[in-house]
């Protein structure tokens, strides 16, 4: 029963790491709560549904299904990127300079926008991710676990490695770590700033478009209203292992998918959703800088 | 790489370049038909436009001189705002149920409008749950009358002292943080009462809601007429339209508006500005309790359905559109977003689209709202 709910706790955990890094990226460079950026998963979720199910039905599918599953999960990072760089575009860059709270209100308001649009353009029905593998799996020590439950786990921990290696070893990743430091130092050091900016949503949308890919896999229901409190709940991740800091998104990430399950398991399963709100405003009046994050002073 | 850069950035090819890229957005949701069609839409929409723009932009002067005209007498002279009222006194006379129905509602809308634009308007604390206190106040009247059997009188007091004393409760710990963590914690707080409504059967029995409320009473007479009702609401919302004028222009208004534009500096003019953020809350939650008797007493039946996220956006959007802090501009936001929708019927479907969209145009071209002042920022 433990090692169960712990199982279904890291799938759930690796699932908000992933959208939690698109939080913690865009906010430690802008410091802006990409209201968003939960749309940007739930929109992966349904191009997700859409490619495959365009896929099957020219008979790629039956081909090869490993092939279409991957150029879908292809496209959708390809789609899911141009939203987030075209969100970007329109909605929050020319805000740059804008108090505070106007790019925060500007977020809501796409955010209200794409689940509208998708609502007018999907219906307002659930849909439903075809089953591909049935419930397959293996048991290790009497839990069942299933493949999909372990290639999410397996996909996300590639997909966070790569990002790390990316922020630590490339020179664009070294741009964005400058960026987020001290944006007018960096700009005086030849970094073109927008440019970072526009590479730090593509990749945030891009990770957000695989985990919408993979949740709607795995529960097989797709709602245009999932991106809320997805998003909701990865933000928490983030503030919880300390917002703009990428290894604290992964370990708040996957902390609260364990918190979540686990107390669903033990506790009460009604009030599961209310959990991560709970946690969210605890950490914030208890340690706001969060698990890893360093703390900032307030700027006078 | 250099040529196709130079290609996108033609000034004639541009547009198409745009549109390609939106249909191309569009594609996988609506399929190739409407793709194309937006794209060739938009390919003879964008350079229209522009053309236009030019002849638009003395027209959008225009319009901006005659809102800045509006906006510069409206919150000065009170006297407007009772010149507001006349007409709406004369509504029930005039109109039909219908009508006076959504009036209703416009009139719990100003007064939750006005309660939030005291937290977010005159002291600039971005609150996304506010629905939250609303919700308090519309069941704890609710359970006061059904379950004790309180009247309206005594009911509504006692509910409205309950949202106060729950939003100081809240507010003690959340004040300290700041602008956009404190819109988080808020949004939390909303989200956590919803669940709990939702869930705790026992009390608030769950999403079926609870039905059967009384009708409020003066003396023996019962305000069960739509019209009766109507003057109730009213007489709240004068109330609350002058207790705001009165407390805008007193020691705790100024204190909150110094609070929003300076903290530091008022915090160095000695005003204690953890105490005063909490007045504000306080204050704030009192219309909100206030509104959700009146709402709980007019619909008789309250389920959390009414009390989710994207109310307390709406009311936000209401606060925001008329323009932040400016009294009478909350009033026209409130009645402007409860009426434009009961208006374009037809295109209900794309009401919440348009706010959305809205929300990001109004924050690029007029971040202080329609009739916001020009020194009015939220969140240094």
């Not at chain 1, 020319?94 to 794409?114: E, K, Q, W």
């Not at chain 2, 790489?1 to 541009?14: D, T, V």
């Not at chain 2, 609506?30 to 436009?49: E, M, N, Q, W």
């Not at chain 2, 939250?132 to 409205?160: D, E, H, Q």
Request: net charge positive; with cysteine; hydrophobic share 55%.
């Amino acid at each position: 029963m433990f090692l169960q709910q712990l199982i279904n706790g890291l799938t759930l955990g690796s699932v908000y790491a992933l959208i939690a890094l698109g939080y913690t990226m865009v906010y430690g460079i802008l410091e802006l709560i990409n209201f968003a950026h939960g749309e940007i998963y739930m929109l992966g979720a349904y191009l997700g549904i859409i490619l495959l199910g365009f896929f099957t039905a020219i008979g790629l599918t039956s081909y090869s299904l490993y092939l279409s599953l991957g150029i879908t999960l292809l496209l959708t990072v390809i789609f899911c990127s141009s939203y987030g760089f075209t969100i970007e575009k329109i909605a929050y860059k020319p805000l740059r300079n804008a108090p505070r709270l106007s790019p925060l209100i500007s977020a809501i308001g796409v955010s209200i926008f794409l689940q509208n649009y998708v609502m007018l353009t999907q219906g307002a029905t659930d849909k439903v991710f075809p089953s591909l593998f049935g419930g397959a799996g293996f048991t290790v020590m009497s839990t069942r676990i299933t493949y999909l439950q372990a290639s999410i786990i397996l996909v996300s921990a590639f997909m966070m490695i790569m990002l790390n290696a990316f922020i630590l070893k490339t020179k664009t990743g070294k741009a964005m770590r400058a960026v987020a430091q001290d944006k007018v130092m960096a700009s005086l050091l030849g970094i073109n700033i927008d440019t970072i900016i526009t590479i730090t949503f593509i990749i945030g949308s891009g990770l957000a478009a695989v985990a919408g890919m993979m949740v709607a896999m795995y529960y097989g229901l797709v709602n245009y209203f999932i991106g809320y409190s997805a998003g909701i709940k990865a933000f928490t991740a983030a503030v919880l292992g300390g917002i703009g800091s990428v290894p604290g998104a992964m370990l708040g990430g996957i902390l609260l998918g364990l918190v979540e399950s686990l107390g669903a398991g033990y506790i009460s399963s009604e009030y599961k959703d209310a959990y991560a709100f709970i946690i969210l405003i605890i950490i914030l009046l208890v340690k706001p800088e969060g698990l890893l994050g360093r703390s900032l002073e307030e700027k006078i | 790489m250099n040529a196709l850069s130079s290609i996108i950035k033609n000034p004639l090819l541009k547009p198409a370049f745009i549109a390609l890229w939106l249909a191309f957005l569009l594609l996988p949701f609506r399929g190739v038909k409407a793709a194309s069609v937006l794209f060739i839409t938009l390919t003879i929409a964008i350079p229209a436009f522009k053309f236009l723009s030019g002849h638009l932009s003395s027209l959008v002067k225009q319009i901006h001189s005659s809102v800045e005209r509006v906006r510069h007498y409206l919150p000065s002279d009170s006297r407007f705002l009772f010149l507001l009222l006349l007409p709406a006194a004369a509504i029930p006379l005039v109109a039909q149920g219908y009508i006076v129905d959504v009036t209703i509602l416009s009139g719990i809308y100003i007064i939750l409008a006005l309660g939030l634009n005291v937290v977010v308007g005159f002291t600039g604390l971005l609150n996304l749950g506010f629905v939250a206190y609303y919700a308090i106040g519309a069941y704890s009247f609710a359970l006061l009358n059904t379950k004790l059997g309180m009247g309206f009188w005594s009911a509504m007091p006692a509910s409205v002292l309950i949202t106060v004393i729950a939003g100081f409760l809240f507010a003690v710990p959340a004040v300290r943080l700041r602008g956009d963590y404190l819109a988080l914690v808020t949004l939390g707080f909303g989200e956590i009462v919803h669940i709990t409504l939702n869930n705790w059967d026992s009390l608030t029995k769950g999403p079926n809601g609870i039905s059967g409320i009384a009708p409020p009473h003066i003396l023996s007479f019962g305000l069960t007429s739509l019209n009766s009702f109507y003057y109730l609401v009213m007489f709240f919302v004068v109330i609350a339209i002058i207790v705001m004028r009165r407390i805008h222009a007193s020691k705790i208004g100024r204190a909150w508006i110094a609070l929003r534009e300076d903290e530091i500096a008022t915090s160095a003019m000695g005003i204690n500005r953890t105490m005063y953020k909490l007045y504000s809350v306080a204050f704030g939650a009192f219309w909100a309790g206030l509104a959700g008797c009146l709402f709980a007493s007019k619909m008789r039946f309250i389920s959390p359905e009414s009390f989710t996220f994207m109310e307390s956006v709406l009311i936000l959007c209401m606060v925001i559109v008329g323009g932040l802090g400016s009294i009478a501009g909350v009033i026209i936001g409130a009645v402007i977003l409860v009426f434009l929708p009961e208006v374009l019927r037809e295109v209900q479907l794309y009401r919440m689209l348009a706010l959305g969209a809205g929300l990001v145009v109004l924050m690029i071209f007029r971040p202080q709202g329609l009739f916001g002042g020009k020194n009015v920022s939220i969140g240094s």
